[in-house]
Each structure stands twice: as structure tokens, then as C-alpha cells.
């Protein structure tokens, strides 16, 4: 109307009734309409305030005045329905240049498109996976959502949202998820499972993901959703299940964020949600990294009475439970199960040819086997997983109404993560069937014995082990390789002694640990007693030393001024006739290219000279302090943390997160958790204390929750410095939830240098959110 109205000031006499005419009929009739009339009329140029935009200029004095109209006049005067059709058009023929400017023409002139151009605008620009065109997709459903959410369709969201995941975009893909919830378009479980499976793929992903779960499953938590009503079954379409539980929480292992692992592991039984079989494997491992033996010792019965599970799961289980019985210093429960897993082993052996055998018939196809896989089977499994072929079109998407390609992507990506996981396993390997330590395993225990100064106990389980997996060789023997890698540590003491127990224990050793063992104590020097002891040790032993062995000893006596012992060895050396060096020594041994004879010892030494210690009691008290923090105790979770200080203990990041994870959920102890975070930032400058992204992030929402701003910016300053991620999303929620209006006014013109820099910190939180 305000181009007729301006129209009509530009031209006088009859020609302004022509004009008005033509703009209402359109730009064309405009451009067609030339008068003679129109020679002598006075164009005049507009200069209203804030009107720069549209201008009618005289170029000559002859001639229609309306010919040289600009462009803005042309776009503004346009029919939103051509716009419309030329957003599809574009889309259509893949010009997706095009397409936004004819987007951005139409917000300006008419505000958004109809919902099916909306929709075909948004899909067409995920379909091309190309990155800055998925954040205009996603820019444009911001904007919609806004504006007018009910242009927003529920599938071409779904679709992008998956576009965004597999395209490593996830904090993106999230925020769509949660807009088709505040929408209350529900999408079904089995299609925001797949999207968060292409999350997980990262650890930015897999972190979300697990915030996503634990948003979702809150609406369902203690019943609150009736399931009789027809109302909800939408809403209860989207309920998470075990298999999505199932690789939100294997992601979470995979990328170490286990203490919002072990908090959704808390919130199924809340929503209904019975574990699948293979999700005891995955339970056992979250509470194996947090420490909680006695949760894993209460999975062990279903794990031995369940049905379906794979042999390499068995083995992850019983890997679980030996390095918690390690993590506590638990060392005669590790001893059981390893003198366990021999014994078995060695019975399982009598009967290896035999099972050969069968083996060998079904290979060969002698034998019929039912449940065998056919060679179509494997051929089918053989190919290409669908996650990793091209993004289907959204034709296709929408055809498949119940997600069953999405269902089988989802699976084969979790498949992906469990097939990475079963690589950490490090303690207990298995063998056709049969669970066997490995040298990890082997090392750590003793490396822990050691540790303890329990050589006796130590002693009693090689002598055991030995009994019940009887090497090839005497050399290649448990024993063998401990007493050679504490002499290789210089631990001769201890040697001496284990070698002093295997012989009182009737466990024949070869000469090499003597010679060894011998050759250590010449090359320290003041050990005379000690090698007068060895040598007759051997000698009633009937152990043949070496040339080398003698030459050492003869020199060692010579450097120290011992020329009667001197003599007396050579003397020996000779009546004795050894030949020089057929002996294989320690130094080769250890150096030696890739025999497994030193498998043990080469792995006990890397494990004692990593200098990794582990204080046990550190787990247990982070085990009563989390007992006390689940059941709401806190003033007990409190008291437990001053014992462990006082008792010298140092609280680590887990310990922090049982009690912040605590106050957040009780909620209003925001001074506690202010006080706490001051005792973590005293730690991290003295102690080894790190802090990982779980229990920032948990500081951090409670922070914003409580309104304390000042810290909030802290733990972000400290996150951003490790350049962690932060779901800005996830604040900004919070702050229009509770902090709507604050600060919305003018600073008071008397207030205190406190009250300054809460305001402060508050506005700079608002501005880091994107809100100003």
C-alpha cells in the first residue's frame, strides 16, 4: 500500500492515476506503460527519514519516469507465491544458491514459506551433507521455531537431525532432537536411536548422547506417563530401550565419560527399562572403571546363569573382576581366579584332541551342523555395513515409515563400538573355548605382590601356577621369568628369596637363574655373603654354572683384593671342564627379538618401571562416600571425606562427582558445591588431581542453576583452556528456565564491589550464551 501511496506523490496530473494503476497491476504493466502525457511531468526524488531504499530518478526529460525503478521496488513488489515456487524449482535442480536467496527474499518480503516449501527447503539442503548448507538447514529451523513452530514437519527434522550426526555435527543433531520435543512431534525411539548411534562415533557425540538419554528418560521416570491413555502414545513412542541404552552406554566406555554412564545405568530401572543379556558385559565394565567391585560380584551370578552370551563376552566379564580385585588390592581373590582359570585350562587339555578333531570334521564338512552359517550367510555378512554407504534421499527416508533401515544402521554402529571395546580387554584371553591369564595379568599381580612385600605369598602362587600349567621348558616357567625380571629390576633381594622358595618347594629351576642372579651380585659388588650362599645353594642343587658365570666371579674376587677365593674358582672352573658359553644369557633374553620366552618378564618390567601406583584405599572410601551420596546422606558422605583426609588419602575427580552429582539432585546446596570446588582447585595446584569433562560439566550446571555466575565463568575459563565442549545449548535452556529477568534493568546507581562483579560475571554469562 506504501508504494501506491508514494507513487501518487511522485507524479501530478492525470499520470499518477496511470501510476497507481500499474503498480496495483504489477511491476510489468509499470515497465509497458509510456504516455506522451508524461514529457512534462516533474520527477522528484524522495527523501523521506528511513526510506533510502526506494527512489525514482529523472534521467532525462523525455519519456516515461517510472522506466529506471530499482531493483529493492521490483523484489518488494514480487508475488510471495513465485518466490515460493522458485525455492522448490532451485531445490529441485539441486541450485541451492538459488534456492537461499530466494529463501532470504521471501523472509524479508512475506516472512517464512508454507510448510511444505519450508520442509522441502530444509531436507534439500541436508540431502547435499555438505557442511555449511547443514547450518543453514539447521539456521532455518532456529528461525521457523522461533517464529512459527508449526511450519516445522516432525520427518524432514527427524531427517536432518540424522543428516547432522552423521555428518560429526552432533551438538547440532541434538538441539534438533530436543526442538521436536518441545514441539511436542515425538520421534519414535527407533529413529532418534539411530541418530544418536551416528553421535556416539565421537566423543563430543557420545557425551551428548548420554545428556540426551538421561533429558528423555527423565519425562518417563517413576511412572509419570500413564500407558492406558491413548493421549500418550506418542509420547510413549519415544521411551528409550535397552538397545539404545545399550549404545549410549558402550560410547560412553569407549570414550571414558563413566560416571554419566553409571548415572544411566541408575535411571532404568526408574523408567521400566530391563537390561538385554549383552548389556551385563557393559554394566560390569562401567563398574569396573568406577571401582565398584561389589556391583560386578552381584552381575556375576546372572553373567554364569545367562544364556546367549559369546565367548569373548565371558572373557571381558572375568577381565572386569580381575582388575577390580587388583584396583582394591584384593590379592588373594585374583590369585583364586587365575589358579581357577589353570586348573580348568589344564583339564580342557586332556580333551583338546579330541575337540581338534570335531573341529576339523565340521570344516571339512564331514559332519552336519545344524546352526552353522551358510555361505550366502557369510557372504551377506561379509558386506559393507549401510552405515558407512551414502545418505539416503528423503524420498527413500520417508518411505521407510517404521525406521527399519535406521534400526539396522543403529545396530551395525553399535556392533562397531562393542568390536572396539572387546580390543581393551588386556587381562584374560581365551583359546578355543578356554579362558587363560595373559602376561598383563601375570605382571600386575606380581608387580602387586612385590608392592606388598608378600614374596612368601608370591612364592606360593608361582609354585601353584607352575603345578597346574606346566611349561615346555624349565626357562619358559613362571618362575623363571619373575626371578629374571627382579634381577633385571634390580631387585636381588627379592629374587634371592623367591629362588630360595622354589627350592624348598621342590621346584627344580635352571642354571641360567643362578648364573643371572650371580652375575648381578658381581657387577653391585659387596654382596660376598649372598654369592657364597648361592654358589653352595647350586652346587647341592647340582646346578652347572657357566664359563661366564666363573669369569665374572674370579674377577669380582680379584677387585676385591680376594686372591685365595680367586683361585679357588678358577681351580673349579677347571676341574669342572665347562665349555664357554652355550648358555643363553639374561641380556638376550630380554633383548632378544621375538621369542615368547620372555613374554612375563619383559611385561613386568615395563609394568614396575612405568611407576604407576594405585592407592586401594582410595577406592574404597570413594565407595562408602558414593553409598552415602546415592541414598541422600550427605552429612555421612561429608564425615566419610574428612576420615579419608585424615587417614592421608587424597580425594580424586570421582569422589567430587558422587557429592556434586548429589547436591544436584537434591538441589538448593549450591554454597556446598562452591565450597567443595574451592577444595578441588587447592588439589589440582598441589596434587596430580585432574579434572575431567564429566565433573566440570556437572559444576558447571549446578553453577547456572543456583545463579552463581561468578564461579560459572571459572569452570568455563578452565574448560575451554583444556578446550572441553560445552553444550552452550543446554545453559542458555537454563538460564531462561530460572534466570529469565535477571539483571534486566539498570545497575543501580549504589551498589557494592560484590554485587558488581556477581552483575558483571552474569552479563558476560548472558553475552557467552548468545543471548545479547
Not at 490 to 511: K, N, T, W, Y
Not at 537 to 562: M, T
Amino acid at each position: 500500500m506504501w508504494q501506491m501511496l508514494r507513487a501518487g506523490r511522485i507524479c501530478s496530473g492525470s499520470y499518477a492515476r496511470h501510476a497507481v494503476s500499474s503498480l496495483m497491476l504489477g511491476p510489468r504493466c509499470l515497465f509497458s506503460l509510456e504516455s506522451p502525457q508524461c514529457s512534462d511531468c516533474k520527477c522528484r526524488q524522495t527523501n523521506q527519514a528511513g526510506d533510502n531504499n526506494t527512489k525514482f530518478l529523472r534521467p532525462h526529460s523525455h519519456g516515461a519516469c517510472f522506466s529506471t525503478i530499482t531493483d529493492t521496488v521490483l523484489v518488494q513488489a514480487r508475488d510471495p507465491s513465485q518466490l515460493a515456487l522458485e525455492i522448490e524449482n532451485a531445490v529441485d535442480e539441486r541450485r541451492l544458491d538459488d534456492a537461499w536467496k530466494a529463501y532470504e527474499k521471501h523472509v524479508h518480503m512475506d516472512g517464512l514459506p508454507r510448510k511444505s516449501v519450508l520442509s522441502k527447503l530444509i531436507t534439500g539442503l541436508a540431502e547435499s551433507c555438505d557442511a555449511h548448507w547443514l547450518n543453514q538447514s539447521y539456521s532455518v529451523v532456529s528461525h521457523a521455531f522461533e517464529e512459527k513452530h508449526e511450519l516445522l514437519g516432525k520427518e524432514p527434522l527427524i531427517y536432518l537431525s540424522l543428516t547432522l550426526a552423521r555428518c560429526a555435527l552432533p551438538n547440532l543433531a541434538i538441539n534438533v532432537v530436543r526442538k521436536l520435543v518441545k514441539m511436542e512431534a515425538y520421534p519414535p525411539v527407533a529413529a532418534w536411536s539411530a541418530i544418536v548411534a551416528h553421535m556416539c562415533q565421537t566423543s563430543t557425540g557420545a557425551f551428548l548422547a548420554a545428556d540426551l538419554v538421561m533429558e528423555l528418560g527423565y519425562l518417563f521416570q517413576n511412572n509419570r506417563v500413564d500407558p492406558r491413555k491413548k493421549i500418550n502414545h506418542p509420547l510413549l513412542s519415544m521411551k528409550p530401550n535397552s538397545f539404545t541404552f545399550n549404545i549410549v552406554l558402550t560410547a560412553s566406555l569407549m570414550f571414558g565419560t563413566t560416571s554419566k554412564a553409571e548415572q544411566l545405568l541408575e535411571l532404568m530401572p526408574r523408567i521400566g527399562v530391563k537390561p538385554e543379556v549383552n548389556l551385563l558385559i557393559v554394566m560390569a565394565r562401567i563398574y569396573e572403571r568406577n571401582g565398584r567391585r561389589d556391583e560386578i560380584q552381584k552381575l556375576k551370578r546372572h553373567v554364569d546363569e545367562a544364556y546367549g552370551l559369546s565367548e569373548s563376552e565371558f572373557r571381558q566379564f572375568y577381565d572386569c573382576l580381575l582388575s577390580c580385585h587388583l584396583k582394591f588390592g584384593d590379592l588373594d581373590s585374583a590369585v583364586d581366579m587365575v589358579l581357577d582359570m589353570l586348573r580348568k585350562g589344564k583339564n580342557a587339555k586332556r580333551s583338546l584332541e579330541a575337540a581338534k578333531a570335531v573341529l576339523e570334521a565340521v570344516e571339512n564338512r564331514k559332519l552336519y551342523f545344524p546352526y552353522g552359517k551358510t555361505e550366502a550367510e557369510n557372504s551377506c555378512s561379509s558386506e559393507r555395513p549401510i552405515s558407512n554407504s551414502q545418505m539416503p534421499s528423503y524420498v527413500s527416508f520417508f518411505k521407510d515409515n517404521g525406521f527399519a533401515r535406521l534400526e539396522l544402521e543403529a545396530r551395525e554402529l553399535l556392533k562397531v563400538l562393542s568390536d572396539k571395546l572387546q580390543e581393551q580387554v588386556g587381562l584374560v584371553k581365551s583359546e578355543h573355548g578356554i579362558l587363560h591369564p595373559t602376561e598383563t595379568m601375570y605382571a600386575k599381580l606380581v608387580k602387586a605382590f612385590l608392592e606388598a612385600d608378600k614374596i612368601s605369598a608370591l612364592a606360593s602362587f608361582l609354585v601353584k601356577a607352575s603345578k597346574e600349567d606346566s611349561p615346555v621348558s624349565v626357562e619358559r616357567s613362571f618362575v623363571v621369568q619373575v626371578i629374571n625380571a627382579c634381577i633385571s629390576l634390580g631387585l636381588l633381594e627379592q629374587a634371592h628369596d623367591l629362588l630360595d622358595e622354589m627350592r624348598f618347594s621342590g621346584i627344580r629351576v635352571g642354571s641360567s637363574i643362578y648364573s643371572s642372579l650371580l652375575k648381578a651380585y658381581c657387577k653391585e659388588g659387596q654382596h660376598d655373603d649372598d654369592i657364597t650362599a648361592l654358589l653352595k645353594d647350586a652346587q647341592q642343587a647340582g646346578i652347572q654354572l657357566d664359563a661366564s658365570c666363573y669369569e665374572d666371579l674370579i674377577q669380582s674376587r680379584v677387585s676385591h683384593s680376594n686372591t685365595p677365593g680367586a683361585l679357588h674358582l678358577f681351580k673349579e672352573l677347571k676341574n669342572s671342564n665347562v665349555m664357554k658359553s652355550g648358555h643363553k644369557e639374561f641380556q638376550t633374553l630380554v633383548q632378544g627379538s621375538d621369542d615368547n620366552e620372555a613374554a612375563l618378564m619383559t611385561r613386568l618390567v615395563e609394568e614396575v618401571r612405568s611407576g604407576h601406583t594405585v592407592d586401594h584405599a582410595v577406592h574404597d572410601w570413594n565407595n562408602v562416600i558414593h553409598f552415602f551420596c546415592k541414598k541422600r546422606l550427605m552429612h555421612d558422605a561429608h564425615s566419610a571425606l574428612n576420615k579419608m583426609r585424615a587417614s592421608g588419602h587424597v580425594p580424586n575427580a570421582q569422589t567430587f562427582h558422587s557429592l556434586v552429582t548429589a547436591y544436584a539432585a537434591i538441589g538448593g546446596k549450591y554454597v556446598e558445591v562452591t565450597d567443595l570446588w574451592g577444595e578441588m582447585k587447592v588439589l589440582a595446584g598441589s596434587s596430580s588431581m585432574k579434572f575431567d569433562q564429566e565433573l566440570l560439566d556437572s559444576l558447571l550446571y549446578c553453577f547456572v542453576r543456583g545463579g552463581f555466575f561468578l564461579r560459572a565463568m571459572e569452570v568455563i575459563e578452565m574448560m575451554e583452556k583444556s578446550e572441553m565442549f560445552i553444550d552452550k545449548y543446554k545453559y542458555k535452556s537454563l538460564w531462561l528456565k530460572y534466570h529469565r529477568t535477571l539483571y534486566k534493568g539498570k545497575a543501580p546507581k549504589v551498589q557494592t564491589e560484590a554485587q558488581l562483579k556477581r552483575r558483571e560475571a552474569a552479563i558476560h554469562f548472558k553475552k557467552w550464551i548468545g543471548l545479547t
